[in-house]
């Protein structure tokens, strides 16, 4: 059974530039949430997607936006790009999250230079 | 507001050398207490989920155990291999995990 797969793996990006990350969950699984890992801040909560609908969301300017597509593929988008951005993007993916386990891709990297 | 502490922060062991690490939580409406291990680069690998006051999981030499306000990661006779960082996590919310700082573990042979 496929894991949780994160796309791409790796970016580097200008300040102001926006960016667009990937998240494909295990199969069968509806919920995804988005998470932001910094040195300084560690892993914070981002928002959650079920069935194409945000249910819940961090405390994040709303530079930061995702969407959930009908076949649970989600992505998340951050427009105007500042370097403190820059972290590793983490999804994680649950059967129908509310206390259910979630499970992690790699993550991508984003630089912003 | 919602708050998870972890400690220690750092941990060095000897091979065998058993130990316990400590998640302090205050989260309203708590579905569930999560414990991560992650690698450097990598993404964070379920462990376990606990539910309630009193339950116990076991998975190789890693047992979690919960009360009301903590929960305790018990290490008993490490390997190397073990050496990472392990997060703790309860749910509070629709799959709104909140992480603690985490408890970064080196075991040496």
Not at chain 1, 32 to 38: A, D, F, I, K, L
Request: net charge positive; glycine share 10%; proline share 5%.
């Amino acid at each position: 059974k496929a894991g949780v797969t994160q796309t791409p793996r790796y970016l580097i990006k200008t300040r102001g530039q926006q960016v667009t990350l990937s998240c494909s969950p295990i199969s069968g699984h509806r919920s995804v949430s988005w998470y932001q890992q910094t040195p300084g801040q560690g892993l914070q909560f981002l928002f959650e997607y079920f069935s194409e609908t945000q249910r819940n969301k961090g405390n994040f300017p709303g530079r930061f936006s995702g969407r959930q597509f009908s076949n649970s593929r989600s992505e998340m988008n951050v427009s105007t790009l500042e370097l403190g951005d820059s972290a590793l993007y983490l999804c994680a993916s649950s059967l129908a999250g509310n206390g259910m386990e979630a499970f992690f891709g790699q993550g991508t990297r984003l630089t912003v230079v | 507001e919602d708050q998870v502490t972890q400690s220690p922060e750092a941990l060095r062991l000897q091979e065998g050398e058993s130990s316990s690490l400590n998640c302090s939580y205050t989260v309203s409406g708590l579905r569930g207490l999560f414990w991560y291990r992650q690698d450097p680069g990598k993404g964070p690998e379920f462990l376990f989920t606990l539910y309630s006051a009193g339950e116990e999981k076991e998975k190789e030499r890693l047992k979690a155990t919960l009360t009301k306000k903590e929960s305790f990661l018990h290490i008993t006779a490490p390997k190397p291999e073990d050496s990472a960082t392990y997060l703790c996590a309860p749910q509070g919310g629709y799959n709104k995990l909140i992480f603690g700082a985490g408890t970064r573990l080196a075991v040496h042979p």
